[in-house]
């Protein structure tokens, strides 16, 4: 879905970028991952990417929210002969064809996972209902899938830390030896083509947002929903600008629902209204400005958007857990926070960018050398070519 932009699309982008021929086998298949605001269509058949050239091929299928199963994958592959074959989504059952010995030492197979348990700590018992089944259809269909791709591929690649005991927690003792022979642990990251600061931007957005020279902007950017316990960043900005603090806070990604107007709501209840900026999903031009806008990045949740924003050079404070923790190298790029120090953090935080300009071009290269697509898209073939 090249709308929304998640690593499929980066890669695919990247390989181009970098001088290989790319084709994306896929489904007309579409989950609605942005409320109202983003239903995308698509039709089945073969088209081209409009700016890079690759081609894209959309299988008739069967789909069941995220699971899909397509029809004649396995022939179209053949057909293509990759030298090598990069699978993503295997739990979404749409590359269950690929992993076998047809393929097996014919072509490098590769396979990507960025699995977490952070999503399924629910607090209701609705939410504990779900996570239960969540569970046991991991179980079913993703766990055989998963030894298949230990069996039959060459490389697996794990986006974060947390992926790798998720592997161990259900595979044998034989297994475990295969897939710790196969695993490379690589980043998620960004578009650089999309993600990078830009100190004319930067002027422009502030500008328009109406903040002071000196006044620290913090953002976050991602599906505001109840899980995500914005309450608890809003609450904070607003006890600093109490004690003469001058902090604005921009939060992106309101989805047109009830949830938003409660939300709304509670800000314009607070003692600085004003010091909200609210947005609703942007494209990727849009949010990239804002990021060059701000000072600092808070997120209580993973999302792709952390490693966006650090396509900017924006420093990010964030919730020291596995999921995120192997982003930061704390003090050079951002700062890691728990239950405890959370307010205290982010004070100390905004006091130190008050008295210290940051070097925004140096910390988004840095950055890239890590998260860029072109850097990660390189190191995955780098694991099954020669040079």
């Not at 980043?187 to 083509?193: A, E, I, M, Q, R």
Request: aromatic share 12%; proline share 3%; glycine share 6%.
């Amino acid at each position: 879905m090249p709308e929304i932009g998640y690593q499929e699309v980066h890669l695919a982008k990247a390989y181009a970028r970098l001088g290989y021929t790319v084709k994306v086998f896929t489904s007309a298949a579409s989950i609605n991952l942005g409320g109202s605001i983003n239903q995308l269509s698509y039709k089945t058949g073969t088209t081209f990417d409009a700016k890079y050239g690759y081609e894209i091929q959309r299988l008739p299928s069967l789909s069941y929210k995220s699971k899909v199963l397509p029809f004649r994958l396995k022939k179209n592959v053949a057909l293509f002969k990759p030298d090598v074959l990069i699978i993503l989504g295997v739990a979404k059952i749409f590359p269950m064809a690929l992993f076998n010995k047809d393929f097996f030492g014919k072509m490098k197979i590769i396979s990507v996972y960025g699995d977490a348990k952070e999503y399924l700590d629910r607090g209701s018992f609705s939410q504990k209902a779900k996570t239960f089944l969540h569970e046991i259809g991991y179980s079913a269909i993703k766990h055989p899938l998963y030894r298949k791709a230990i069996t039959y591929g060459d490389k697996l690649i794990l986006n974060i830390p947390e992926t790798n005991q998720l592997f161990h927690d259900f595979l044998n003792v034989k297994d475990k030896v295969a897939f710790d022979s196969k695993k490379v642990m690589l980043n998620l990251g960004y578009d650089p083509d999309e993600y990078f600061f830009n100190k004319e931007d930067r002027n422009v957005i502030r500008k328009e947002l109406n903040v002071d020279s000196n006044e620290i902007v913090i953002i976050t950017s991602t599906r505001i929903n109840k899980r995500k316990n914005i309450e608890q960043i809003i609450e904070l900005i607003s006890k600093l600008n109490s004690i003469g603090k001058n902090v604005s806070y921009v939060i992106v990604g309101f989805l047109n629902d009830d949830y938003e107007k409660e939300l709304k709501s509670f800000i314009s209840k607070q003692p600085f209204p004003n010091k909200f900026k609210c947005f609703p999903f942007l494209n990727s031009k849009e949010i990239r400005k804002l990021y060059c806008a701000s000072d600092i990045g808070i997120w209580l949740k993973a999302a792709i958007s952390i490693q966006e924003a650090m396509g900017t050079g924006l420093p990010i404070i964030l919730v020291n857990k596995p999921s995120v923790n192997h982003l930061i190298n704390e003090g050079t790029n951002g700062w890691f926070f728990n239950k405890d120090n959370f307010e205290s953090t982010i004070n100390k935080v905004v006091d130190d960018l008050c008295n210290t300009a940051l070097d925004r071009e140096n910390l988004a290269i840095q950055n890239s050398k890590v998260l860029s697509y072109d850097t990660i898209a390189q190191k995955i073939l780098d694991t099954v070519i020669s040079k």
